[in-house]
Protein backbone atom coordinates (compact mmCIF):
# COMPACT_ATOMS: atom_id res chain seq x y z
CA UNK A 1 0.00 0.00 0.00
CA UNK A 2 1.03 3.53 -0.51
CA UNK A 3 0.62 6.60 1.85
CA UNK A 4 -1.96 8.45 0.71
CA UNK A 5 -5.63 7.24 0.18
CA UNK A 6 -5.19 8.49 -3.43
CA UNK A 7 -2.25 6.13 -3.84
CA UNK A 8 -3.42 2.88 -2.07
CA UNK A 9 -6.62 3.64 -4.19
CA UNK A 10 -3.98 3.52 -7.17
CA UNK A 11 -2.14 0.23 -5.85
CA UNK A 12 -5.41 -1.60 -5.50
CA UNK A 13 -7.02 -0.48 -8.97
CA UNK A 14 -3.46 -2.02 -10.18
CA UNK A 15 -3.14 -5.23 -8.78
CA UNK A 16 -6.37 -6.16 -8.28
CA UNK A 17 -7.54 -5.08 -12.40
CA UNK A 18 -3.97 -7.26 -12.87
CA UNK A 19 -4.78 -10.07 -10.94
CA UNK A 20 -8.49 -11.01 -11.37
CA UNK A 21 -9.04 -8.95 -14.73
CA UNK A 22 -8.16 -11.79 -16.76
CA UNK A 23 -11.00 -13.39 -15.55
CA UNK A 24 -13.23 -10.40 -15.50
CA UNK A 25 -12.68 -10.06 -19.26
CA UNK A 26 -14.06 -14.09 -19.77
CA UNK A 27 -16.43 -12.67 -17.63
CA UNK A 28 -17.54 -9.82 -20.01
CA UNK A 29 -16.70 -11.63 -23.05
CA UNK A 30 -18.85 -14.40 -22.78
CA UNK A 31 -21.44 -12.13 -21.28
CA UNK A 32 -21.99 -10.16 -24.16
CA UNK A 33 -22.05 -13.12 -26.39
CA UNK A 34 -25.22 -15.00 -23.92
CA UNK A 35 -26.62 -11.03 -25.04
CA UNK A 36 -27.63 -13.54 -28.67
CA UNK A 37 -27.93 -16.76 -26.21
CA UNK A 38 -30.89 -18.16 -28.83
CA UNK A 39 -29.94 -16.83 -31.68
CA UNK A 40 -26.12 -18.88 -31.10
CA UNK A 41 -28.26 -21.96 -30.24
CA UNK A 42 -30.61 -21.64 -33.91
CA UNK A 43 -27.10 -21.22 -35.77
CA UNK A 44 -25.38 -23.91 -34.62
CA UNK A 45 -28.25 -26.49 -34.89
CA UNK A 46 -29.07 -25.68 -38.54
CA UNK A 47 -31.20 -28.83 -39.16
CA UNK A 48 -34.16 -26.18 -37.22
CA UNK A 49 -35.85 -24.49 -39.93
CA UNK A 50 -37.03 -20.87 -39.68
CA UNK A 51 -40.39 -20.93 -39.27
CA UNK A 52 -43.41 -18.39 -40.03
CA UNK A 53 -45.92 -20.79 -38.59
CA UNK A 54 -48.50 -18.92 -35.99
CA UNK A 55 -48.01 -20.08 -32.34
CA UNK A 56 -51.43 -20.93 -32.49
CA UNK A 57 -51.01 -23.83 -35.74
CA UNK A 58 -47.83 -25.16 -33.72
CA UNK A 59 -49.39 -25.92 -30.58
CA UNK A 60 -52.39 -27.91 -31.90
CA UNK A 61 -48.97 -29.92 -33.91
CA UNK A 62 -47.22 -30.06 -30.92
CA UNK A 63 -50.51 -31.31 -28.63
CA UNK A 64 -51.14 -33.93 -31.92
CA UNK A 65 -47.47 -35.33 -31.62
CA UNK A 66 -47.68 -35.28 -27.82
CA UNK A 67 -50.61 -37.42 -28.08
CA UNK A 68 -49.79 -39.96 -30.38
CA UNK A 69 -46.60 -40.48 -28.98
CA UNK A 70 -46.23 -39.33 -24.83
CA UNK A 71 -50.25 -39.99 -24.29
CA UNK A 72 -49.16 -41.48 -20.80
CA UNK A 73 -46.80 -39.21 -19.70
CA UNK A 74 -47.54 -37.22 -16.97
CA UNK A 75 -45.88 -33.76 -18.00
CA UNK A 76 -46.31 -32.24 -21.03
CA UNK A 77 -43.73 -29.39 -21.89
CA UNK A 78 -44.12 -26.98 -25.39
CA UNK A 79 -41.72 -24.57 -26.36
CA UNK A 80 -43.64 -21.98 -29.00
CA UNK A 81 -41.78 -20.55 -32.04
CA UNK A 82 -40.80 -16.86 -31.47
CA UNK A 83 -39.13 -14.43 -33.16
CA UNK A 84 -35.86 -15.45 -31.18
CA UNK A 85 -36.34 -19.02 -31.24
CA UNK A 86 -38.19 -20.17 -34.58
CA UNK A 87 -38.09 -23.90 -33.76
CA UNK A 88 -40.89 -26.41 -32.16
CA UNK A 89 -39.76 -28.52 -29.16
CA UNK A 90 -41.60 -30.76 -26.83
CA UNK A 91 -40.85 -32.82 -23.80
CA UNK A 92 -41.73 -35.48 -21.29
CA UNK A 93 -40.87 -35.63 -17.64
CA UNK A 94 -39.58 -32.88 -15.09
CA UNK A 95 -37.52 -30.03 -16.48
CA UNK A 96 -33.81 -31.62 -15.49
CA UNK A 97 -34.44 -35.29 -16.55
CA UNK A 98 -36.98 -35.20 -18.89
CA UNK A 99 -36.35 -36.18 -23.00
CA UNK A 100 -37.14 -33.22 -25.64
CA UNK A 101 -37.63 -33.70 -29.40
CA UNK A 102 -37.54 -31.46 -32.26
CA UNK A 103 -40.36 -30.95 -34.83
CA UNK A 104 -41.15 -29.17 -38.00
CA UNK A 105 -43.14 -26.31 -37.24
CA UNK A 106 -45.22 -27.35 -40.51
CA UNK A 107 -45.59 -30.91 -40.34
CA UNK A 108 -45.22 -31.82 -36.88
CA UNK A 109 -42.92 -34.48 -37.39
CA UNK A 110 -40.08 -35.07 -35.50
CA UNK A 111 -36.83 -34.15 -36.65
CA UNK A 112 -33.13 -35.01 -35.50
CA UNK A 113 -31.03 -31.76 -34.61
CA UNK A 114 -27.84 -32.19 -33.59
CA UNK A 115 -26.24 -31.89 -30.08
CA UNK A 116 -24.77 -28.62 -29.17
CA UNK A 117 -23.90 -26.85 -26.43
CA UNK A 118 -25.28 -23.93 -28.39
CA UNK A 119 -25.48 -19.82 -26.95
CA UNK A 120 -26.45 -21.89 -23.51
CA UNK A 121 -22.86 -22.62 -23.05
CA UNK A 122 -21.55 -18.60 -22.72
CA UNK A 123 -24.24 -17.90 -20.45
CA UNK A 124 -23.47 -20.45 -18.13
CA UNK A 125 -19.91 -19.71 -18.35
CA UNK A 126 -20.85 -15.95 -18.09
CA UNK A 127 -22.16 -16.83 -14.43
CA UNK A 128 -20.10 -19.88 -13.12
CA UNK A 129 -16.76 -20.14 -14.95
CA UNK A 130 -17.76 -23.52 -16.10
CA UNK A 131 -17.24 -24.78 -13.10
CA UNK A 132 -20.04 -26.57 -10.49
CA UNK A 133 -23.12 -24.33 -10.14
CA UNK A 134 -22.18 -23.33 -6.61
CA UNK A 135 -18.76 -23.18 -7.00
CA UNK A 136 -18.94 -20.90 -9.90
CA UNK A 137 -21.94 -18.72 -8.62
CA UNK A 138 -20.00 -17.65 -5.52
CA UNK A 139 -16.39 -17.49 -7.63
CA UNK A 140 -18.19 -14.80 -10.08
CA UNK A 141 -19.39 -13.23 -7.04
CA UNK A 142 -16.53 -12.77 -5.49
CA UNK A 143 -15.69 -11.34 -9.02
CA UNK A 144 -18.07 -8.81 -9.29
CA UNK A 145 -17.27 -7.55 -6.01
CA UNK A 146 -13.73 -6.71 -7.18
CA UNK A 147 -14.93 -5.16 -10.31
CA UNK A 148 -17.54 -3.02 -8.11
CA UNK A 149 -13.90 -2.03 -6.27
CA UNK A 150 -12.51 -1.51 -9.39
CA UNK A 151 -14.65 0.85 -10.47
CA UNK A 152 -14.58 2.64 -7.58
CA UNK A 153 -11.17 2.84 -7.17
CA UNK A 154 -11.27 4.29 -10.63
CA UNK A 155 -13.13 6.93 -9.85
CA UNK A 156 -11.29 8.01 -6.86
CA UNK A 157 -7.67 8.21 -9.23
CA UNK A 158 -9.23 9.85 -11.69
CA UNK A 159 -10.70 13.25 -10.58
CA UNK A 160 -10.49 14.66 -13.91
CA UNK A 161 -13.47 12.24 -15.73
CA UNK A 162 -15.01 14.94 -17.39
CA UNK A 163 -11.37 15.78 -19.20
CA UNK A 164 -10.52 12.77 -19.74
CA UNK A 165 -13.35 11.49 -21.66
CA UNK A 166 -11.92 13.98 -24.29
CA UNK A 167 -8.34 13.33 -24.19
CA UNK A 168 -6.96 10.62 -26.91
CA UNK A 169 -3.24 11.17 -27.76
CA UNK A 170 -2.60 8.07 -30.58
CA UNK A 171 0.73 7.18 -31.09
CA UNK A 172 1.90 7.88 -27.53
CA UNK A 173 2.19 4.18 -26.86
CA UNK A 174 1.86 4.46 -22.68
CA UNK A 175 -0.20 7.67 -22.99
CA UNK A 176 -2.51 6.23 -25.86
CA UNK A 177 -3.36 2.96 -23.83
CA UNK A 178 -4.25 4.82 -20.89
CA UNK A 179 -5.99 7.59 -22.77
CA UNK A 180 -8.31 4.81 -24.72
CA UNK A 181 -8.40 2.73 -21.07
CA UNK A 182 -9.80 5.93 -19.51
CA UNK A 183 -12.74 7.25 -22.33
CA UNK A 184 -14.08 3.63 -22.48
CA UNK A 185 -14.28 3.52 -19.01
CA UNK A 186 -15.86 7.36 -18.58
CA UNK A 187 -18.25 6.49 -21.57
CA UNK A 188 -19.60 3.62 -19.88
CA UNK A 189 -19.30 4.01 -15.84
CA UNK A 190 -22.96 3.83 -15.58
CA UNK A 191 -23.91 0.77 -17.06
CA UNK A 192 -20.18 -0.74 -15.96
CA UNK A 193 -21.93 -0.20 -12.07
CA UNK A 194 -25.59 -1.28 -13.64
CA UNK A 195 -24.52 -4.37 -14.73
CA UNK A 196 -21.68 -5.16 -12.55
CA UNK A 197 -23.78 -4.46 -9.19
CA UNK A 198 -27.37 -5.82 -10.68
CA UNK A 199 -25.76 -9.47 -11.26
CA UNK A 200 -25.21 -9.42 -7.39
CA UNK A 201 -28.62 -8.68 -6.97
CA UNK A 202 -29.56 -12.21 -9.13
CA UNK A 203 -27.96 -14.53 -6.49
CA UNK A 204 -28.80 -12.38 -3.30
CA UNK A 205 -30.35 -15.00 -1.16
CA UNK A 206 -27.30 -17.44 -2.59
CA UNK A 207 -25.07 -14.64 -1.05
CA UNK A 208 -26.64 -13.58 2.02
CA UNK A 209 -29.31 -16.33 3.03
CA UNK A 210 -29.89 -14.39 6.42
CA UNK A 211 -32.88 -13.14 5.89
CA UNK A 212 -34.36 -15.90 4.42
CA UNK A 213 -33.40 -18.02 7.42
CA UNK A 214 -34.36 -15.80 9.86
CA UNK A 215 -37.43 -15.35 8.64
CA UNK A 216 -38.90 -18.38 7.44
CA UNK A 217 -36.19 -20.73 8.83
CA UNK A 218 -34.40 -21.01 5.94
CA UNK A 219 -37.56 -22.55 3.73
CA UNK A 220 -37.16 -20.63 0.61
CA UNK A 221 -40.66 -22.20 -0.72
CA UNK A 222 -42.40 -20.82 2.06
CA UNK A 223 -40.63 -17.44 0.79
CA UNK A 224 -41.60 -17.26 -2.23
CA UNK A 225 -45.10 -18.35 -1.35
CA UNK A 226 -44.85 -15.12 0.41
CA UNK A 227 -44.27 -13.19 -2.55
CA UNK A 228 -47.21 -14.30 -4.13
CA UNK A 229 -45.04 -16.33 -6.06
CA UNK A 230 -46.02 -20.56 -5.04
CA UNK A 231 -47.54 -23.10 -7.44
CA UNK A 232 -50.88 -23.98 -7.43
CA UNK A 233 -51.74 -27.64 -6.07
CA UNK A 234 -52.99 -30.09 -7.65
CA UNK A 235 -56.00 -31.63 -6.66
CA UNK A 236 -55.86 -35.03 -5.06
CA UNK A 237 -56.92 -38.12 -6.60
CA UNK A 238 -57.84 -36.63 -9.90
CA UNK A 239 -54.50 -37.11 -11.65
CA UNK A 240 -55.71 -40.87 -11.58
CA UNK A 241 -59.03 -40.14 -13.13
CA UNK A 242 -59.67 -39.70 -17.39
CA UNK A 243 -60.69 -36.81 -19.05
CA UNK A 244 -60.56 -34.81 -21.88
CA UNK A 245 -58.43 -32.39 -22.57
CA UNK A 246 -59.59 -28.93 -23.36
CA UNK A 247 -58.30 -26.86 -26.54
CA UNK A 248 -55.03 -24.85 -25.39
CA UNK A 249 -55.49 -22.80 -28.55
CA UNK A 250 -58.06 -20.31 -26.97
CA UNK A 251 -56.31 -20.22 -23.95
CA UNK A 252 -53.19 -19.18 -25.48
CA UNK A 253 -55.24 -16.03 -26.81
CA UNK A 254 -56.44 -15.37 -23.62
CA UNK A 255 -53.15 -15.64 -21.77
CA UNK A 256 -51.47 -13.41 -24.53
CA UNK A 257 -53.86 -10.61 -24.34
CA UNK A 258 -53.05 -10.55 -20.40
CA UNK A 259 -49.48 -11.34 -20.87
CA UNK A 260 -48.05 -10.55 -23.61
CA UNK A 261 -46.13 -12.56 -26.34
CA UNK A 262 -46.15 -16.09 -25.28
CA UNK A 263 -43.02 -18.31 -24.84
CA UNK A 264 -44.56 -22.17 -24.53
CA UNK A 265 -46.91 -24.11 -22.17
CA UNK A 266 -46.64 -27.08 -19.79
CA UNK A 267 -49.70 -29.56 -19.30
CA UNK A 268 -49.61 -31.46 -15.93
CA UNK A 269 -51.70 -35.14 -15.69
CA UNK A 270 -52.75 -34.53 -19.48
CA UNK A 271 -55.64 -36.61 -20.30
CA UNK A 272 -56.80 -36.79 -16.17
CA UNK A 273 -59.51 -34.81 -14.90
CA UNK A 274 -56.56 -33.18 -12.94
CA UNK A 275 -54.84 -31.95 -16.16
CA UNK A 276 -53.17 -28.44 -15.10
CA UNK A 277 -52.12 -26.11 -17.88
CA UNK A 278 -49.89 -23.57 -16.77
CA UNK A 279 -48.66 -20.91 -20.09
CA UNK A 280 -45.98 -18.52 -19.26
CA UNK A 281 -45.20 -15.08 -21.22
CA UNK A 282 -41.50 -14.96 -23.33
CA UNK A 283 -39.09 -12.58 -21.44
CA UNK A 284 -39.22 -9.29 -22.65
CA UNK A 285 -42.54 -7.46 -22.71
CA UNK A 286 -41.40 -5.44 -19.28
CA UNK A 287 -38.44 -4.87 -17.73
CA UNK A 288 -39.07 -6.93 -14.44
CA UNK A 289 -38.54 -10.30 -15.37
CA UNK A 290 -41.10 -12.36 -14.81
CA UNK A 291 -39.40 -15.68 -14.92
CA UNK A 292 -41.36 -18.30 -13.23
CA UNK A 293 -44.95 -16.44 -13.03
CA UNK A 294 -47.30 -18.42 -15.63
CA UNK A 295 -50.88 -18.46 -15.79
CA UNK A 296 -52.84 -21.79 -14.35
CA UNK A 297 -55.99 -23.33 -16.91
CA UNK A 298 -57.75 -25.98 -15.78
CA UNK A 299 -56.97 -29.02 -18.67
CA UNK A 300 -60.85 -30.02 -19.02
CA UNK A 301 -63.10 -27.10 -18.63
CA UNK A 302 -60.51 -23.98 -19.23
CA UNK A 303 -61.21 -22.61 -16.45
CA UNK A 304 -58.63 -20.22 -15.08
CA UNK A 305 -57.29 -21.18 -11.69
CA UNK A 306 -54.49 -18.30 -10.72
CA UNK A 307 -53.67 -15.56 -12.80
CA UNK A 308 -50.69 -13.64 -12.72
CA UNK A 309 -50.20 -11.89 -9.62
CA UNK A 310 -48.75 -8.05 -9.06
CA UNK A 311 -44.85 -8.55 -7.38
CA UNK A 312 -45.00 -6.77 -4.04
CA UNK A 313 -42.39 -3.64 -3.68
CA UNK A 314 -39.59 -5.38 -2.36
CA UNK A 315 -39.48 -8.52 -4.75
CA UNK A 316 -40.26 -6.01 -7.43
CA UNK A 317 -37.14 -4.11 -7.06
CA UNK A 318 -35.22 -6.97 -7.56
CA UNK A 319 -36.79 -8.41 -10.42
CA UNK A 320 -36.22 -4.88 -11.83
CA UNK A 321 -32.69 -5.35 -11.31
CA UNK A 322 -32.48 -8.56 -12.21
CA UNK A 323 -34.36 -8.06 -15.72
CA UNK A 324 -31.92 -4.70 -16.02
CA UNK A 325 -29.11 -7.13 -16.22
CA UNK A 326 -30.35 -10.06 -18.93
CA UNK A 327 -31.61 -7.11 -20.95
CA UNK A 328 -34.80 -9.15 -22.04
CA UNK A 329 -36.90 -6.20 -22.86
CA UNK A 330 -36.71 -3.45 -25.35
CA UNK A 331 -35.93 -6.02 -28.57
CA UNK A 332 -33.11 -5.92 -30.68
CA UNK A 333 -32.80 -2.44 -30.36
CA UNK A 334 -32.27 -2.59 -26.63
CA UNK A 335 -30.14 -6.18 -27.24
CA UNK A 336 -27.58 -4.57 -29.86
CA UNK A 337 -26.84 -1.56 -27.38
CA UNK A 338 -25.87 -3.70 -24.66
CA UNK A 339 -24.13 -6.03 -26.84
CA UNK A 340 -22.00 -2.81 -28.08
CA UNK A 341 -21.82 -1.67 -24.27
CA UNK A 342 -20.86 -4.99 -23.50
CA UNK A 343 -18.13 -4.89 -26.38
CA UNK A 344 -16.71 -1.72 -24.76
CA UNK A 345 -16.37 -2.72 -21.68
CA UNK A 346 -13.91 -5.97 -22.42
CA UNK A 347 -11.82 -3.55 -24.72
CA UNK A 348 -11.62 -1.08 -21.37
CA UNK A 349 -10.95 -4.51 -18.99
CA UNK A 350 -7.94 -5.75 -22.57
CA UNK A 351 -6.81 -1.99 -22.70
CA UNK A 352 -5.80 -1.94 -18.27
CA UNK A 353 -4.96 -5.64 -19.16
CA UNK A 354 -2.34 -4.80 -21.94
CA UNK A 355 -1.29 -0.66 -19.93
CA UNK A 356 0.23 -2.70 -17.00
CA UNK A 357 2.80 -4.03 -19.45
CA UNK A 358 3.02 -1.59 -21.61
CA UNK A 359 4.03 0.64 -18.46
CA UNK A 360 6.53 -2.00 -17.21
CA UNK A 361 7.94 -3.05 -20.59
CA UNK A 362 11.22 -1.11 -20.96
CA UNK A 363 12.12 -1.89 -17.02
CA UNK A 364 11.78 -5.10 -17.11
CA UNK A 365 13.44 -5.79 -20.33
CA UNK A 366 16.85 -4.27 -19.38
CA UNK A 367 19.69 -6.69 -18.39
CA UNK A 368 20.26 -4.51 -15.33
CA UNK A 369 16.73 -5.68 -14.19
CA UNK A 370 15.56 -8.05 -11.01
CA UNK A 371 15.69 -11.76 -12.62
CA UNK A 372 12.45 -12.38 -10.42
CA UNK A 373 10.47 -9.50 -11.20
CA UNK A 374 11.56 -10.37 -15.15
CA UNK A 375 9.89 -13.66 -15.09
CA UNK A 376 6.80 -12.36 -13.17
CA UNK A 377 6.23 -9.74 -15.78
CA UNK A 378 6.58 -12.52 -18.64
CA UNK A 379 3.86 -14.17 -16.72
CA UNK A 380 1.53 -11.58 -16.83
CA UNK A 381 2.70 -10.84 -20.26
CA UNK A 382 1.38 -14.41 -21.27
CA UNK A 383 -1.67 -14.32 -19.30
CA UNK A 384 -2.06 -10.96 -21.16
CA UNK A 385 -2.30 -12.84 -24.34
CA UNK A 386 -3.52 -16.28 -23.63
CA UNK A 387 -6.88 -14.53 -21.43
CA UNK A 388 -7.64 -11.69 -23.96
CA UNK A 389 -6.79 -13.32 -27.68
CA UNK A 390 -6.50 -16.98 -26.59
CA UNK A 391 -10.14 -16.65 -25.07
CA UNK A 392 -11.48 -14.77 -28.26
CA UNK A 393 -9.71 -16.83 -30.22
CA UNK A 394 -11.13 -20.36 -28.34
CA UNK A 395 -14.70 -18.41 -28.68
CA UNK A 396 -14.92 -18.66 -32.26
CA UNK A 397 -13.33 -21.92 -31.93
CA UNK A 398 -16.26 -23.06 -30.36
CA UNK A 399 -18.47 -22.13 -32.90
CA UNK A 400 -16.64 -23.53 -36.08
CA UNK A 401 -16.69 -26.75 -33.67
CA UNK A 402 -20.52 -27.13 -33.82
CA UNK A 403 -20.63 -27.06 -37.60
CA UNK A 404 -17.12 -28.77 -37.82
CA UNK A 405 -17.88 -32.39 -35.44
CA UNK A 406 -19.29 -35.07 -37.10
CA UNK A 407 -23.09 -34.78 -36.08
CA UNK A 408 -23.29 -38.34 -34.99
CA UNK A 409 -20.99 -38.22 -32.60
CA UNK A 410 -21.72 -39.12 -29.01
CA UNK A 411 -21.30 -37.23 -26.41
CA UNK A 412 -21.16 -34.29 -28.93
CA UNK A 413 -21.92 -31.71 -26.64
CA UNK A 414 -18.80 -32.38 -24.18
CA UNK A 415 -16.40 -32.90 -27.58
CA UNK A 416 -17.59 -29.09 -28.31
CA UNK A 417 -17.01 -27.65 -24.63
CA UNK A 418 -13.76 -29.94 -25.02
CA UNK A 419 -12.67 -27.98 -28.15
CA UNK A 420 -13.57 -24.67 -26.75
CA UNK A 421 -10.62 -25.11 -23.68
CA UNK A 422 -8.65 -27.24 -25.58
CA UNK A 423 -7.96 -23.92 -28.26
CA UNK A 424 -7.75 -21.99 -25.12
CA UNK A 425 -5.10 -23.88 -23.56
CA UNK A 426 -3.31 -23.94 -27.05
CA UNK A 427 -3.08 -20.09 -27.25
CA UNK A 428 -1.95 -19.94 -23.54
CA UNK A 429 0.92 -22.42 -24.45
CA UNK A 430 1.53 -20.64 -27.90
CA UNK A 431 1.84 -17.59 -26.22
CA UNK A 432 4.48 -18.73 -23.55
CA UNK A 433 7.05 -19.74 -26.44
CA UNK A 434 6.35 -16.45 -29.03
CA UNK A 435 7.70 -13.36 -28.56
CA UNK A 436 4.34 -11.15 -26.88
CA UNK A 437 4.30 -8.55 -30.34
CA UNK A 438 4.37 -12.12 -32.99
CA UNK A 439 1.87 -13.70 -30.41
CA UNK A 440 -0.89 -10.88 -30.32
CA UNK A 441 -0.56 -10.59 -34.00
CA UNK A 442 -0.85 -13.88 -34.66
CA UNK A 443 -3.99 -15.18 -32.60
CA UNK A 444 -5.73 -11.85 -33.58
CA UNK A 445 -5.25 -12.51 -37.10
CA UNK A 446 -6.35 -16.15 -36.73
CA UNK A 447 -9.05 -14.96 -34.70
CA UNK A 448 -9.88 -12.18 -37.66
CA UNK A 449 -9.84 -15.00 -40.07
CA UNK A 450 -12.23 -17.58 -38.58
CA UNK A 451 -14.79 -14.87 -38.07
CA UNK A 452 -14.45 -13.79 -41.28
CA UNK A 453 -14.46 -17.50 -42.02
CA UNK A 454 -17.42 -18.38 -40.59
CA UNK A 455 -19.84 -16.91 -43.56
CA UNK A 456 -18.80 -20.11 -45.08
CA UNK A 457 -21.53 -22.02 -42.97
CA UNK A 458 -23.85 -19.09 -43.02
CA UNK A 459 -23.80 -17.24 -46.35
CA UNK A 460 -26.94 -18.69 -47.75
CA UNK A 461 -29.14 -19.45 -44.44
CA UNK A 462 -32.17 -17.68 -43.17
CA UNK A 463 -32.10 -13.73 -41.81
CA UNK A 464 -31.56 -14.71 -38.23
CA UNK A 465 -28.12 -16.55 -38.73
CA UNK A 466 -27.18 -14.34 -41.96
CA UNK A 467 -27.30 -11.32 -38.73
CA UNK A 468 -24.87 -12.98 -36.86
CA UNK A 469 -22.48 -14.15 -40.06
CA UNK A 470 -22.36 -10.50 -40.49
CA UNK A 471 -21.59 -9.46 -36.98
CA UNK A 472 -19.06 -12.03 -36.53
CA UNK A 473 -17.39 -10.61 -40.25
CA UNK A 474 -17.59 -7.00 -38.87
CA UNK A 475 -15.65 -8.65 -35.54
CA UNK A 476 -13.31 -9.92 -37.90
CA UNK A 477 -12.46 -6.98 -40.01
CA UNK A 478 -12.24 -5.28 -36.42
CA UNK A 479 -9.96 -7.51 -34.79
CA UNK A 480 -7.84 -7.91 -38.21
CA UNK A 481 -6.98 -4.31 -37.79
CA UNK A 482 -5.85 -4.29 -34.29
CA UNK A 483 -3.25 -6.96 -35.34
CA UNK A 484 -2.30 -4.94 -38.16
CA UNK A 485 -2.17 -2.07 -35.67
CA UNK A 486 -0.07 -3.80 -33.33
CA UNK A 487 2.49 -5.07 -36.29
CA UNK A 488 3.25 -2.03 -37.41
CA UNK A 489 3.21 -0.12 -34.03
CA UNK A 490 6.34 1.45 -32.61
CA UNK A 491 7.01 2.36 -29.59
CA UNK A 492 6.71 5.51 -28.33
CA UNK A 493 9.36 7.22 -25.83
CA UNK A 494 8.07 8.37 -22.37
CA UNK A 495 8.04 11.64 -21.19
CA UNK A 496 9.44 12.31 -17.88
CA UNK A 497 6.44 13.83 -16.08
CA UNK A 498 3.45 11.77 -17.88
CA UNK A 499 5.60 8.83 -17.06
CA UNK A 500 5.61 10.01 -13.28
CA UNK A 501 2.11 10.39 -13.01
CA UNK A 502 1.16 7.54 -14.11
CA UNK A 503 3.59 5.06 -12.82
CA UNK A 504 2.19 7.09 -9.73
CA UNK A 505 -0.28 4.26 -8.84
CA UNK A 506 1.85 1.27 -10.06
Not at 223 to 245: C, D, I, S, T, V
Request: proline fraction near 4%; charge should be positive; glycine fraction near 12%.
Amino acid sequence: MKNTFTQSMAWLHTWGGLIFGWLLFAIFVTGTLAVFDKELNHWMQPEIPASSVSQADAARRAIGYLQTHEAQAGNWGVSLPTERSPGLRVSTGDRRHGTAVHLDPHSGEAIDVRDSVGGNFFFRFHFTLDLPRNWGIFVVGALALVMLAALVTGIVIHKKLFKEFFTFRPNKGQRSWLDFHNASAVLLLPFHLMITYTGLVIFMLIYIPAGVDALFAGDSRAYFQAQGNGRLEQPRGQAKQPGQLTDVVPLLAQAEGALGPISGFNIRNPNTAGARIEIRPELGNRIALSKGQAMVFDGVSGKLLSDVTEWRAAPLTQRVMVGLHFAQFGGYPMRWLYFICGAISCVMIASGLVLFCVKRGRKYATASADASARRWYRVAEVCNIGFVAGLLLACVGLLWASRLLPVELAHREGWEVRAFFGIWLLALLHAGIRPARRAWVEQLGLTALLCVGLGVFGGLADGLRQGLVACAGVLGVLLGMVAWRVQHAAPAPLKGRAGRSVEAGA
